[in-house]
């Protein structure tokens, strides 16, 4: 599938090793592109990097939240 989309011409994508959580796929891709914005050189790697620390950093966040689980899944492929 991945292949496709290049092919279409997109030059990365982000995507996941197993199924993950609904509200992790929101919060993580939202995060990475809320990263995007405030440092637009950012690399798109490095924006998933800080949506993922962002979450673990919170001292607030529910402990399920840290769990690999439902950060560790995504993965950017290509430039």
Do not use: C, N, Q
């Not at 991945?2 to 993950?20: C, D, I, K, N």
Request: a neutral charge; hydrophobic letters at 55%.
């Amino acid at each position: 599938l991945a292949r496709s989309f290049f092919h279409a011409g997109a030059r990365s994508l982000m995507v996941t090793h197993w199924a993950v959580y609904s509200e992790a796929a929101v919060e993580i891709s939202t995060g990475m592109f809320e990263a995007r914005k405030a440092a637009p050189l950012l690399t798109h790697a490095a924006a998933l990097r800080s949506a993922v620390v962002s979450i673990l950093d919170d001292p607030l966040v529910d402990p399920f939240r840290t769990h690999p689980a439902y950060w560790a899944p995504f993965a950017i492929i290509g430039a």
